[in-house]
T-cell receptor, first 113, second 113 residues
């Protein structure tokens, strides 16, 4: 089993460009999440999807949009990239919203110049 | 929002030494989780704690859920080079959903062979 798969692994964007980060899980999990990881800041939740068909804002949603395409896939879109969005982005999934641990992908390393 | 204070921020140790790190909070948690992140990869769950006072082991790792429910400790015995990475604690309130999971900022562990 692949677990949580993220694409691409690396990306460089210019300010103002747009892109979509893809995430897919094969564990039949109901809930999915997008985090960003910055030095000294730990992991911060951007958006989450408690179940197929629902999405909600996390701690740092500004500048991002998400789509829960189906139960397996949860994408993160940057409409107009800014240097402040340079970060490592992690997708995660869990069987249910509460009481079940998160399983993380290996991350997308994004640089915005 | 809630904050977790994780310490130390970084540790440099010799192979074979024991390691101890901890997380404290001003808030009560009912679940404590410990994750490890290898370089270039996503966090992986090491140990989950669900009960105050609980002491749980996973190989050379031992974690404890503090009796006050405001802290947790992770110990690694007889460290080896592959223990290198960032260790994160995370806390969750009673009945809380995963989107309320609070992460510490991590402890970077370096093991010198």
């Amino acid at each position: 089993n692949a677990g949580v798969t993220q694409t691409p692994k690396f990306q460089v964007l210019k300010t103002g460009q747009s892109m979509t980060l893809q995430c897919a899980q094969d564990m039949n999990h109901n809930s999915m999440y997008w985090y960003r990881q910055d030095p000294g800041m730990g992991l911060r939740l951007i958006y989450y999807s408690a179940s197929e068909g629902t999405t909600d804002k996390g701690e740092v949603p500004n500048g991002y949009n998400v789509s829960r395409l189906n139960k397996r896939e949860f994408s993160l879109r940057l409409e107009s990239a800014a240097p402040s969005q340079t970060s490592v982005y992690f997708c995660a999934s869990s069987l249910r919203q509460g009481g079940s641990p998160l399983h993380f992908g290996n991350g997308t390393r994004l640089t915005v110049t | 929002g809630q904050q977790l204070n994780q310490s130390p921020q970084s540790m440099f140790i010799q192979e074979g030494e024991d390691v101890s790190m901890n997380c404290t909070s001003s808030s009560i948690f009912n679940t404590w989780l410990w994750y490890k992140q290898d370089p270039g990869e996503g966090p992986v769950l090491l140990i989950a704690l669900y009960k105050a006072g609980e002491l749980t082991s996973n190989g050379r790792l031992t974690a404890q859920f503090g009796i006050t429910r405001k802290d947790s400790f992770l110990n690694i015995s007889a460290s080896i080079p592959s223990d290198v990475g960032i260790y994160f604690c995370a806390g969750l309130n009673s009945g809380g959903s995963n989107y309320k999971l609070t992460f510490g900022k991590g402890t970077l562990l370096t093991v010198n062979p």
